[in-house]
Structures are given as structure tokens and as C-alpha cells.
T-cell receptor
Framework: DAGVIQSPRHEVTEMGQEVTLRCKPI?????LFWYRQTMMRGLELLIY????????DSGMPEDRFSAKMPNASFSTLKIQPSEPRDSAVYFC????????????FGPGTRLTVT | KNEVEQSPQNLTAQEGEFITINCSYS?????LHWLQQHPGGGIVSLFM???GKKKHGRLIATINIQEKHSSLHITASHPRDSAVYIC?????????????FGKGTLLTVNP
């Protein structure tokens, strides 16, 4: 398997622009996670999907952030409008089943908002 | 407050040395994960454990539930082991998918 795939790997955008990050989980995995990593706060869970349904979005910072999972093989994280404080590395991870499971992380998208 | 503490924050070793990284947590957990992140790179899951000990190659992870403590050991360290090692837990009674992360330990192994 190719592992979790994320695109783009790097994104540089200007404040106020819309940013869309994409994730393809490992085939057969039914749990998907979006994380944000910054120097100040480390890794934080933004949103968790199970069987394509958002289960926990309590980590989504504010209304500017939204995430969708239209099918089992694709998810997006959108920021609109983007702000410089959104600059971070965004990771997507997937796991099989529910409960305690090993999570497989994608390579991340490094977002820079100027 | 549910917290995860790692020590040391930074660790420098010579190739071949035995490495120990520690993780402690404040309350009961369901499982503990050790993750590896190379500079500028992605995150790889090394171990998930809830009791005892696991070994994979030169890496060994142990956990003591009573003492709320886990260690990650690297035997015969190599420069390619240089990375950030992150401890993460799911707390008992909470959501079993929700990882709480430590701040990481930056390991540098010099040749």
C-alpha cells in the first residue's frame, strides 16, 4: 500500500486566501484524523472521522476551518480565509477499526501564510 | 489535568551508545504510543502498548502502569536514529481515539 497520501506537500499563500489540503487514507482504514503541528503547541487533533462521519471536531480552531470526508478514500481540510497564525504542518492519519489502534500518518503539508 | 511529560527534551549521544527516553503521564491510560519524526519529515508509529514490553529491531518500549511511566530504549544507536521521539497516550475514561502528545525528545546521534 502507498500509505497515507497528502497534497500538496508545501503551500505558500497570502493572508485572506482560501487553502485546501487533501488526504487519501490507507485503503480499508475507516478512521481518519487531521492534526496540526506547531513549535508552540506541538501536535493537536483538529478533527476525527469514523466511517466518513465527523465524530469529534472540538479541536477545530474556529469557523474559518472546515473538513469534509465525502467518501472513504478522500478528505479535505479547508481554511478560509487563511491567516498567518495558521502557518503550521498539517498531518492526516488513518487507522483501521475503532478503539485503540495504531495510527498511520501521512507526510504532512507545510502551510505558510504570509 | 491530563498531561504527558517527556524527558529529556534534548539528548546527544555517540554512535553505539544505549539510549533511554522517558515518558510519564498524570492519570490512567488505555494505551501509550511512541512515534518517530525525522527533521522535516513525516511521523512514524513505532509502538503501541498498554502493558509490558515490546521490541522491534534495536528499539524496545516498556511501560509500568502502576508508576504511570514508559521508556523507549535504543540499543547500539546509529546516526540514522537522530529524530524527535514523541510519546502519546489515550487516557482512560476518555475518547479512545484521542491522543494527548508529549512535547517530544530531540535525539542526535553523532558518528
Amino acid at each position: 500500500d502507498a500509505g497515507v497520501i497528502q497534497s500538496p506537500r508545501h503551500e505558500v499563500t497570502e493572508m485572506g486566501q482560501e487553502v485546501t489540503l487533501r488526504c487519501k487514507p490507507i485503503s480499508g482504514h475507516n478512521s481518519l484524523f487531521w492534526y496540526r503541528q506547531t513549535m508552540m503547541r506541538g501536535l493537536e487533533l483538529l478533527i476525527y472521522f469514523n466511517n466518513n462521519v465527523p465524530i469529534d471536531d472540538s479541536g477545530m480552531p474556529e469557523d474559518r476551518f472546515s473538513a469534509k470526508m465525502p467518501n472513504a478514500s478522500f478528505s479535505t481540510l479547508k481554511i478560509q480565509p487563511s491567516e498567518p497564525r495558521d502557518s503550521a504542518v498539517y498531518f492526516c492519519a488513518s487507522s483501521a477499526g475503532t478503539g485503540e489502534r495504531e495510527q498511520y500518518f501521512g507526510p504532512g503539508t507545510r502551510l505558510t501564510v504570509t | 489535568k491530563n498531561e504527558v511529560e517527556q524527558s529529556p527534551q534534548n539528548l546527544t549521544a555517540q554512535e553505539g551508545e544505549f539510549i533511554t527516553i522517558n515518558c510519564s503521564y498524570s492519570v490512567g491510560i488505555s494505551a501509550l504510543h511512541w512515534l518517530q519524526q525525522h527533521p522535516g519529515g513525516g511521523i512514524v508509529s513505532l509502538f503501541m502498548l498498554s502493558s509490558g514490553k515490546k521490541k522491534h529491531g534495536r528499539l524496545i518500549a516498556t511501560i509500568n502502569i502502576q508508576e504511570k511511566h514508559s521508556s523507549l530504549h535504543i540499543t547500539a544507536s546509529h546516526p540514522r536514529d537522530s529524530a524527535v521521539y514523541i510519546c502519546a497516550v489515550t487516557f482512560s475514561g476518555g475518547s479512545n481515539y484521542k491522543l494527548t502528545f508529549g512535547k517530544g525528545t530531540l535525539l542526535t546521534v553523532n558518528p
